[in-house]
C-alpha cells in the first residue's frame, strides 16, 4: 500500500522540497498552503494540494477531513513544517507580535497532532515529525520571537515523545540549520508591522545589522546553508527507518551547537553566539 504524508508550509522552501522528494520516493503526499494561490500552483506541478492555515482551527479541521476522505480514512504521517519568524529585538517585541507568531509556530503545531492522533492510534501506526531549528536549543540576536516558538515547540514534543512511547505512533524532531528558503522575505512584512525599530535605542545597531540582512538583496548565503534537499533526505530517514531516532541534526551549525550546548557552560555558550 502506498503511505501518505500531510505536509504543512509547502508553498517554498523546506515543505517545497519535501512534497516533491516525498512524492518521488513513492509517497502519497498532501501538500499543504496557507495561500489558495500557492495550493493552485503546486496542483498545477502534479501534487494534491488543498489549504491549510495553522491559525484557523476550523480549517484544520477540514484540511485532515479532505486528506482522510482522500486516503480512506487512513494517514500514515505528518510532517509539521510551516512557520514564520519576526524579526527584531525582544524589547522592541510588542506582546501581540508574539502571540501571534506562537498562534502559528506553536499552537497550530499542537492542535493539528491533537487532531491526526486519534486517526494514527485507531490505525495502528503512524509518525509525526516536527520541524524544529537549531534555534530551538540556542539563541541568537533578533530571533527572539522565532526562537521562543521553537524552544516551546520542542518542549511540547519531547514531552509528547515520552508520553506516546506506549503506543505505535513515533514522535520526531527534525533540528535544521541555515537552509535555502525564503523565510527571510517572508519575514518582512511581519517585522514592518510590528517593529518601531527607527524608535528604539538600537536603531543603530539595526541600521548596521538585521536591516541589512532583511533587505540587502545581495546578502550572501549563511555560511554552511544547505539546500531544502538536505532536510528531504533526513525526513525520509525519519519516516523510513524501523527505529527513528528522536531528533536529526542537518547542517555544520547543528551539528557543532548540538556540541556546544553539552560541552560549554551558559557563559561561554554565549560568547560563542555574540560572535556567530
Not at 83 to 103: H, M, N, S
Request: charged share 25%; hydrophobic share 40%; with cysteine.
Amino acid at each position: 500500500m502506498t503511505r501518505s504524508i500531510l505536509i504543512t508550509g509547502c508553498s517554498s522552501g523546506i515543505g517545497y522540497d519535501a512534497a516533491h522528494g516525498l512524492k518521488a520516493a513513492g509517497w502519497r503526499v498532501f501538500a499543504t498552503c496557507r495561500a489558495e494561490a500557492d495550493c493552485e500552483r503546486l496542483r498545477g506541478e502534479g501534487l494534491e494540494s488543498f489549504r491549510l492555515d495553522y491559525s484557523d482551527e476550523k480549517n484544520m479541521a477540514e484540511a485532515l477531513t479532505e486528506a482522510l476522505a482522500r486516503t480512506g480514512g487512513t494517514l500514515d504521517a505528518l510532517f509539521n513544517n510551516g512557520a514564520y519568524g519576526c524579526p527584531g529585538a525582544v524589547e522592541d517585541l510588542p506582546t501581540g507580535a508574539l502571540r501571534e507568531i506562537f498562534e502559528t509556530n506553536l499552537f497550530g503545531y499542537h492542535e493539528l497532532t491533537r487532531l491526526v492522533i486519534p486517526v494514527m492510534r485507531a490505525q495502528g501506526h503512524g509518525r509525526i515529525v516536527n520541524c524544529s531549528s537549531v534555534l530551538g536549543f540556542v539563541g541568537m540576536r533578533w530571533r527572539g520571537a522565532y526562537v521562543a516558538t521553537k524552544y516551546a515547540m520542542e518542549g511540547l514534543t519531547d514531552v509528547m515523545r515520552l508520553e506516546m512511547s506506549d503506543t505505535p505512533i513515533k514522535v520526531i524532531l527534525i533540528e535544521p540549520g541555515p537552509i535555502t528558503s525564503r523565510i527571510r522575505e517572508n519575514s518582512v512584512p511581519h517585522f514592518e508591522r510590528w517593529i518601531n525599530w527607527q524608535e528604539s535605542p538600537r536603531a543603530d545597531q539595526y541600521r548596521a545589522s538585521l536591516l541589512k540582512r532583511l533587505y540587502d538583496a545581495k546578502t550572501k548565503p549563511d555560511r554552511f546553508e544547505l539546500p531544502a534537499s538536505a532536510v528531504t533526505a533526513k525526513l525520509l530517514r525519519a519516516l523510513e527507518s524501523p527505529n527513528p531516532k528522536p531528533r536529526y541534526y542537518v547542517t555544520v551549525p547543528t551539528y557543532a551547537m548540538g556540541f556546544a550546548r553539552r560541552l560549554l557552560s551558559s557563559r561561554a555558550l554565549d560568547w560563542v553566539l555574540a560572535r556567530s
